[in-house]
């Protein structure tokens, strides 16, 4: 369920919306050693925001402290940075998301169903 910024959460249609998680692990950062806990998550259909569609979004806690990982029931809610991922810049089995440098991304929580 995307939260901020207001405007997109505007543009996106039905929410909450619908993802299946793909992968789960560690994404490197330059800010950590350990990296950041992640998801990337697979959509049933492509999210179009600016005339680009997204079908993956990557998700990482967003508060020090927490992991994604900590999600073990339906229920259990997270508060998560969502970058989406355009289909030229999936790699499947990678949470590296350092090419990012603009781009649809989001805030919001995740929640297990």
């Not at 259909?45 to 029931?73: F, T």
């Amino acid at each position: 369920m995307p939260s901020d910024p207001w405007d997109l959460v505007g543009t996106l249609g039905e929410l909450p919306f619908p993802g299946c998680v793909v992968l789960e692990g560690t994404e490197p950062t330059r800010y950590s050693k350990e990296g950041k806990s992640a998801i990337l998550m697979e959509l049933p259909a492509p999210l179009e925001l600016a005339g680009v569609a997204y079908r993956w979004i990557q998700a990482s806690a967003r508060y020090e402290g927490e992991a994604v990982h900590d999600l073990k029931k339906a229920g259990d809610r997270l508060t998560v940075a969502l970058t989406c991922i355009p289909k030229e810049k999936y790699k499947g089995g990678s949470l590296d998301t350092s090419w990012w440098r603009g781009g649809a991304a989001f805030i919001g929580t995740i929640e297990l169903t």
